[in-house]
């Protein structure tokens, strides 16, 4: 995978740490266990260090080689491994590109346009997202950094309007659920940071130092969830056991001077995370279509990815049950550990065992 | 697939207009003759019945000699005195017609510049200069002289860039004097000017400036190859030349800078980039150019650094208004009232109940009559202002109000973005569009569709590299020394120090090894 178009690795993590905000907004709290308003702390502290034990394979994979990505690593090996990972992965992220355009469709029937026809938002929201993969990885990376500034300002407003609505008795008391409620929440929440994923193979297209920034980044995700987490029980409280969108409803009740709700300005930035978390996932299924068939076609493996998810989405998010019943935690998990775990671990040890056969062989 | 069907539609497109071909380049022999009247014929067949060619055929020390001008390209007195005089006065102990050309060439016209043109193409293409042709019966060659006295407008404040501290000199329409003005603030050997003529009929010099230690090569030839390829018949303007220098793909901004300021467009050749300035016209373009500069001014750099911080603030502020206010006023007045006080939104509400419009045909039209008045107070002639003024105040202004036809909000918003947009002139054209598209958005989608096309804004921002620089620059990619003059001017002191390289900019192309 070679390539001229670079990016800084601070505006590769911003992108991926979008991505994961907005799945972060877009968080379903009825499709998950549900834990008592103190535990979320646990859960979350519990989380970042599942994640940073996670991402261990990908570090390792960066650490030995921080140019090439996991397929041409995989192609090193054998050919078809390779062919196979592309495969794999394609599956992968349309997957997760489907659950985020199905989160998006949820949040936008349920809360911001309930009486609208749903597939011309979608399909608004794909447009963009493939102008964007089509302008390239530069054009992903340099507009994170603008997208950056007012996600973090809309967030940094709503969590400072919502100082007087905290309450430090929403997290007493301070143990009430069993360790194995905890265990099991932590681990679907770490699953849902599928941004893990996208570093190994967009490797190539980072120019600088990203063994640095990959545990930094996973620090800075938990203590964003953290903050959030925080946030969220202290303000609503019990309260937010019964909210389909929790971030949304703490915008909701968040006034600052004589505006009297956020929740608009929460969509908004949203949006924008929804944008670079889709863009990233079309640039990097047409990575993985041009590998598998060459680069002759690309805006036709945008289109392709395009209809594909727009397709899957309509399907799965006709009614929430559904989407409930496709997007269980435990699919997120295995496909999770699968692909930042297993196949990141079997590339290193595939190359570690042919390195060694031709060890053997030159001796 | 698509790539192919583009093609044949845009190759069934060829065939409605005529492709650009010199009309004058296949009537035109090659060579200059060696006599006299057959090089005189010539012209005169090339020129047809045009008044103002002058052909003055005389003797010189018994030869045969003819002077060839245009009427009023030249100046009268130089003729006399460096010319006609010097070489009419001569006495050469020959009649050898190559000797005396050689004598004239070298010791006759030296008061003024002489050329010597081989063919006749090149002849032409000096006469119609405004040099002087000066033919000898019996040389296959002539004497270009330069005697250019054509009527000019002296050099005065600029009309677009008014500054409160910097020159008073804009530059003008004859690019020799724009070059001295430029040459008079940039005292290296190393700033180069040359030129080139484009144009099919035009013949329009082009003078391409660079810092021969500073600009980047590659940029450097890029733009002469740019300049060089161009397929333009005639040139009215430096307008005509940006298309050919703007980055690949489609923007609503360009990636070229053009400004009318001597000052401005050497401080920035200084900063590596190039500069073309363009015969008849006096304005000059820069690339590589980005998108920050639109806010900046010389005034920043000459007031104090927290003076300039408060006003490229208020530029990217009105900015920011100029394009969205309009559009977020009609999507929060539709679609998103509960942002507001309900005091705010009684008063807005009572407004727009009691006129008959939606709010968002209310915000197009409205916005559409303030285009119109705007363009008519442009292109108006200045006897008729003041009843455009009028028209404007009190038609549209009061007398809509008091009808109930427009809503006082929606005029004070109108009024706001109108004062805003006149403060970032560079950005003037793209805001404009922008505005009437984002009410569009507001009044469709509400504040989703309008942070959706902001995205989309910003990412097709982000996706402009003007000459391998990105558009976007220092900004993101993020440039910690370059910041020292974005957002804010961190004073001579410091930027002074060191002068800024733009290909070294974080995320250039020219500038691969950075990390």
């Known amino acids: ?363 | 697939m698509f790539k192919n069907m583009f093609q044949k539609w845009k190759k069934s497109k060829i065939g409605l207009t005529q492709p650009i071909k010199t009309d004058t380049d296949d009537k035109i022999p090659e060579g200059i003759f060696p006599a006299l009247s057959e090089n005189i014929i010539t012209i005169r067949e090339m020129f047809g019945e045009s008044f103002d060619l002058v052909i003055k055929e005389t003797q010189a020390n018994g030869i045969k000699i003819a002077f060839i001008t245009l009427d009023g390209m030249y100046d009268n007195l130089l003729v006399s005195n460096a010319v006609i005089a010097p070489v009419l006065d001569m006495k050469f102990g020959t009649t050898e017609p190559k000797m005396i050309y050689d004598h004239i060439s070298e010791y006759r016209t030296s008061e003024c510049d002489t050329k010597e043109a081989i063919t006749m193409p090149d002849a032409v293409q000096y006469l119609i200069s405004g040099c002087i042709l000066m033919f000898v019966d019996g040389v296959n060659r002539c004497l270009a002289l330069s005697v250019q006295g054509y009527p000019k407008r002296s050099i005065e404040q600029p009309q677009s860039e008014m500054q409160e501290f910097g020159s008073h000199e804009g530059f003008v329409e004859m690019y020799k004097d724009n070059v001295t003005m430029v040459r008079r603030r940039l005292k290296s050997p190393y700033v180069r000017f040359e030129t080139i003529t484009a144009g099919e009929t035009s013949k329009t010099s082009l003078c391409i400036c660079y810092h021969a230690k500073r600009a980047d090569p590659v940029t450097v030839n890029g733009v002469k190859s740019r300049l060089k390829e161009m397929k333009i018949d005639i040139i009215p303007g430096a307008g005509a030349v940006r298309p050919f220098l703007e980055a690949k793909g489609l923007s609503f901004f360009t990636s070229v800078g053009i400004t009318e300021r001597p000052d401005v467009f050497a401080a920035k050749l200084s900063e590596g980039r190039v500069g073309i300035i363009v015969d008849g016209t006096p304005y000059a373009l820069i690339v590589p150019y980005l998108f920050i500069e639109n806010f900046h001014s010389l005034d920043d750099y000459l007031s104090r650094p927290f003076y300039t911080l408060v006003t490229r603030t208020i530029k990217m502020v009105c900015f920011l208004a100029a394009v969205f206010l309009p559009g977020i006023y009609v999507a929060v007045g539709t679609f998103h009232q509960e942002i507001f006080p309900a005091n705010i939104i009684f008063e807005i509400s009572i407004s727009i109940q009691e006129t008959p419009f939606p709010l968002f045909v209310e915000s197009l039209i409205i916005h559409f009559i303030y285009e119109i008045v705007r363009e008519a107070g442009l292109r108006m002639p200045a006897s008729m202002g003041h009843a455009v003024s009028i028209v404007g105040a009190l038609v549209i202004g009061d007398a809509a109000v008091t009808a109930g036809l427009i809503s006082a909000p929606m005029l004070i918003v109108v009024a706001i973005t109108a004062i805003c947009s006149a403060v970032i002139t560079p950005l003037h054209q793209p805001s404009s569009v922008l505005r009437l598209l984002f009410i569009i958005l507001g009044g469709i989608s509400g504040l989703y569709g309008i942070m959706l096309g902001f995205g989309l804004i910003v990412i097709n921002l982000c996706s402009v590299n003007s000459f391998g620089v990105p558009f976007t620059s220092p900004l993101s990619p993020f440039d910690r020394y370059a910041n020292r003059d974005s957002l804010f001017f961190a004073g001579w002191k410091t930027v002074g120090k060191r002068f800024m390289k733009v290909q070294n900019l974080r995320g250039s192309d020219s500038d691969a090894n950075k990390s």
Not at chain 1, 190 to 211: D, M
Not at chain 1, 239 to 267: C, V
Not at chain 1, 301 to 328: E, K, P, Q, R, W
């Open chain 1, 1 to 363: 995978m070679q390539t001229r178009a670079k990016i800084t690795p601070f505006q590769f993590y911003t992108a991926l740490f979008l991505g994961r905000v907005f799945s972060l907004v877009a968080y379903i709290s009825n499709i998950r266990t549900r834990l008592s308003s103190e535990e979320t702390v646990y859960e979350t502290l519990f989380m970042g260090v599942l994640l940073l034990i996670t991402s261990l394979p990908t570090f390792f994979l960066i650490k030995k080689d921080s140019e090439s990505s996991i397929i041409t690593r995989a192609s090193c090996v054998s050919k078809i491994f390779s062919k196979a990972l592309c495969v794999i992965f394609l599956i992968d992220f349309y997957i997760y590109a489907i659950i985020t355009s199905g989160r998006f469709e949820i949040f936008t029937s349920s809360v911001m346009f309930p009486e609208t026809n749903m597939a011309l938002v979608l399909l608004a929201l794909l447009a963009v997202a493939v102008y964007t993969a089509v302008k390239g990885i530069e054009a992903i990376g340099r507009s994170s950094i603008v997208f950056l500034i007012p996600v973090l300002s809309v967030f940094a407003f709503v969590y400072i309007s919502l100082i007087p609505d905290f309450n430090t008795l929403n997290f007493t008391p301070m143990t009430s659920d069993d360790f194995s409620q905890i265990f099991g929440i932590g681990v679907y929440s770490c699953s849902r940071t599928v941004e893990i994923l996208a570093i190994s193979i967009l490797l190539p297209f980072v120019r600088g130092n990203k063994k640095r920034g990959l545990p930094i980044w996973t620090l800075i995700i938990t203590a964003t969830i953290l903050i959030t987490n925080i946030m969220l029980e202290g303000v609503l409280g019990e309260y937010n056991k019964t909210q389909l969108f929790g971030m949304y409803t703490l915008a909701l009740i968040a006034e600052f001077e004589f505006i009297e709700r956020l929740d608009a300005l929460i969509s908004c930035v949203w949006m924008l995370c929804a944008v670079i978390k889709l863009s990233l996932t079309f640039f990097i299924c047409n990575c993985l279509f041009s590998e598998l068939f060459g680069k002759e076609n690309k805006l036709l493996y945008h289109f392709i990815s395009a209809a594909v998810i727009f397709t899957g989405t309509t399907i799965i998010s006709g009614s929430m049950l559904d989407f409930s019943n496709v997007i269980t935690s435990a699919t997120t998990i295995i496909l999770y550990l699968f692909s930042a775990c297993v196949i990141p671990s079997a590339v290193i040890i595939a190359e570690k065992v042919k390195n060694g056969r031709n060890g053997n062989e030159k001796a």
